[in-house]
């Protein structure tokens, strides 16, 4: 009798038959009511369903009276039990808020929260546990998280499982990357929602990584468009104490369910209440620019931890990495693969490869570019012993992050950094061993202290140590949290690197001052992206923060950098200025080689000119694989910058120029690529030009294949009568 009822709950609700909760007969089996829960955005043009069918939850939303997320379930399996069934509603909360905060830096100097919320707290009958969905609308989106409070029947618990559904309406396309526990650094694909199972084999050829879960899965934030113009993006916000969330697609009803990433054991997150899950986020619009325009990641997150913030800062940066990533240079002092630990003391056994990058003298020249072109900081890669047990395979305890190799004077350096009027960035490489890294966080960060350095590029390439552990496991995203709070706690600023995907924790904690998380231009120096590559990120990993992306490259042929890499760079030199604005980060720097730019000085102004930090931001026009055009408005000087990167197309802007301050003339210097550029033949072919305009001014400007064009703005005089005015 038991299971024949089982079957009929399970075919009314779509949902597979779980086994009735211990101790519950079929006697004790309740008639459940169904039940629907609805609210709408501020706007009215989002609604949101609770639904509690049969016991079960589900919710669904719609836009604009057209569905988007169709009827999904709601729930976790735990180890031991399960929370997704005999459910009866305990209480419904219903509330409203609409406020402002400022951010410590970022794309707006004042960002809005306005959302209805709806609290739906859930008992489960057989068990006398209790469960809390906390739904918030958003004009732009949803933002949903599981709550758990405090309670007698529940306090420590193991998820097994989230159950967590995102139905589609349709065979959408989507802009993804397979889903990987251990790196986000694939170009993106660009497909049906039907095709992903075809194409997932072809996605991961050439990447290392041996954690691939699924022949459907992918990773977030994932962006897709409906037939009928709908853009959808899946994320999640507040990354804390849980792990990284993934999409498994049911490709024969194009249902996403949630598939966390596991620890060594296969168990996905251990919990004690009072608790609750990161935030669930759906972002739609009939506009492409509205979903780059969404600030729902930022504002799901808690407000600034960081009490006095300022020692936070913007930094543009030049380095010794570009030369490294080339193969120009190495980041190990000698080829002797034998040699494990390094004595500084005794190098008679130890022979130079002649290839060092991070030279006393070499990072002089460095420091002397920066200080002459006005850039802030200089990061230098290789700086420390341990590199060659890395490359040996020795590498649990390789690095302790304070001692150089005997070509590196660090307190020359410092020295000579603060005679020139520039910050040195750090560089810890964890090699994976996140436990190794916390053994000597507090001595290498007290080493930063006194040698001068505020910001760390951090490192965690390879397999994570301990064996079994992954990078986006609850275990490893609690150490970066750890990393980020203890570093604050030294007034230094985080950008990390093969960590986990940004969610929005930059408000929380402003120090994580930029992330890579993403494929980056290093991908360029070795075996280059898809043209593409630079208007998907702002749809996707851009979504939940900042992205050092490393842009700046002028020399495309990599030949010419060094002769044993035959490696083409997909891309532009105007596309390249582009990116500083459409990627948005107050941690910006110029990768190329100091002669480079050199050879190309008009066009290196516009990286020296462009800020990091903003007043407003506008979106222009946008589409996912095709462009993506934005402008923002300086924080501080009011100065106007104008950004446009195109895909696999040429794409012509017909751009109003309203965003201008109305009543101002200004005069625009306009850095395109020159009619006969091409990403693969001529990549270096630009025009700079300058041009009177207003707000009520219009450019017109055409970025070719893989191109794009800058412009920076400032305010006319008289000397600007010649220059030609804009209509």
């Not at 450019?699 to 794009?708: D, N, R």
Request: aromatic content about 12%; overall charge negative.
């Amino acid at each position: 009798m038991r299971n024949i009822i089982s079957a009929f709950i399970a075919l009314a609700t779509g949902l597979t038959a779980f086994a009735a909760p211990a101790g519950a007969g079929a006697g004790d089996m309740p008639e459940f009511a169904s039940e629907t829960r609805s609210f709408t955005s501020p706007d009215g043009n989002l609604r949101m369903d609770f639904i509690l069918d049969n016991g079960a939850p589900f919710y669904s939303l719609s836009y604009k009276d057209k569905p988007v997320i169709g009827k999904s379930r709601l729930g976790m399996r735990l180890t031991d039990s399960g929370l997704f069934d005999w459910f009866e509603i305990n209480d419904v909360a219903t509330s409203s808020f609409d406020g402002t905060w400022n951010p410590v830096w970022g794309e707006e100097a004042e960002i809005r929260d306005h959302h209805n919320e709806m609290a739906v707290t859930l008992r489960q009958i057989s068990s006398d546990r209790r469960m809390t969905l906390r739904f918030r609308l958003f004009d732009d989106g949803l933002g949903f998280r599981y709550e758990f409070p405090a309670q007698d029947n529940l306090t420590y618990f193991v998820i097994a499982d989230e159950l967590t559904e995102f139905a589609m309406t349709g065979d959408h396309t989507a802009w993804w990357i397979p889903g990987d526990y251990d790196t986000q650094e694939y170009d993106y694909t660009e497909s049906r929602l039907s095709e992903i199972r075809g194409l997932l084999g072809g996605a991961i050829s050439g990447n290392l990584s041996q954690t691939i879960f699924s022949d459907t899965g992918v990773q977030t934030a994932l962006q897709l468009k409906t037939d009928d113009g709908l853009y959808i993006n899946l994320h999640e916000a507040a990354l804390v104490n849980y792990p990284a969330m993934h999409l498994e697609l049911n490709d024969s009803t194009m249902v996403f369910k949630a598939h966390l990433t596991p620890d060594p054991n296969g168990d996905m997150a251990y919990m004690q209440t009072a608790c609750t899950t990161p935030w669930r986020t759906v972002i739609v619009s009939d506009d492409a620019r509205d979903i780059l325009a969404s600030r729902i990641t930022l504002n799901l997150n808690e407000p600034c931890k960081i009490g006095d913030t300022s020692w936070i800062h913007p930094y543009k940066y030049v380095g010794v990495w570009w030369e490294m990533i080339t193969g120009k240079s190495s980041w190990s002092y000698t080829n002797d693969l034998k040699t494990v630990h390094i004595d500084t003391d005794d190098l008679s056994a130890v022979k130079p490869n002649g290839t060092h990058g991070a030279t006393t003298e070499n990072v002089k020249r460095y420091i002397d570019f920066a200080s002459e072109h006005g850039f802030d900081g200089v990061l230098v890669e290789g700086w420390n012993v341990g590199w060659e047990d890395w490359f040996g395979n020795m590498k649990e305890y390789v690095f302790d992050f304070v001692t150089p190799y005997p070509d590196f004077d660090v307190d020359g350096i410092r020295k000579y950094a603060e005679e020139k009027g520039v910050k040195m960035i750090m560089h810890h490489e964890t090699s994976g061993s996140p436990r190794n890294y916390e053994r000597h966080l507090d001595t290498a960060y007290t080493f930063m202290k006194e040698h001068g350095y505020d910001a760390v590029k951090s490192g965690y390439v390879g397999n994570i140590i301990p064996k079994g552990n992954n990078h986006y496991n609850q275990w490893m995203v609690n150490h970066y949290q750890y990393a980020i709070e203890k570093a604050a706690d030294y007034r230094i600023m985080v950008n990390a690197h093969e960590a986990v995907r940004p969610t929005g924790l930059c408000r929380t904690w402003p120090n994580l001052i930029s992330n890579e998380s993403a494929r980056g231009t290093e991908y360029q120096g070795t075996n280059g992206s898809k043209p593409f590559h630079v208007t998907v990120l702002p749809f996707t990993r851009l979504i939940g923060g900042p992205m050092d992306y490393t842009p700046g490259i002028f020399e495309m042929d990599i030949s010419k950098i060094n002769p044993n890499n035959h490696t083409h760079a997909n891309f532009t030199i105007a596309n390249q200025l582009g990116i500083y604005v459409v990627m948005s980060s107050p941690l910006q720097m110029a990768a190329d080689l100091p002669e480079n730019y050199e050879r190309f000085p008009d066009a290196f102004q516009f990286i020296k000119d462009v800020a990091l930090d903003w007043e407003k931001s506008v979106y222009l026009e946008a589409e996912p694989g095709e462009y993506v055009t934005v402008a923002r408005k300086a924080k501080g000087t009011g100065q106007w910058f104008l950004g446009n990167v195109s895909g696999e197309k040429a794409h012509t802007s017909r751009i109003r120029l309203d965003f201008l301050d109305p009543g101002k003339e200004y005069v625009a210097t306009i850095y395109a690529d020159a009619p006969d550029a091409d990403y693969r033949t001529n990549p270096q072919a630009y025009t700079i030009r300058e041009v009177r305009c207003t707000s009520d001014s219009t450019l017109e400007q055409t970025a070719v294949e893989a191109g794009g064009f800058a412009v920076s703005f400032r305010e006319a005089g008289p000397q600007d009568r010649k220059i030609r005015r804009l209509r």
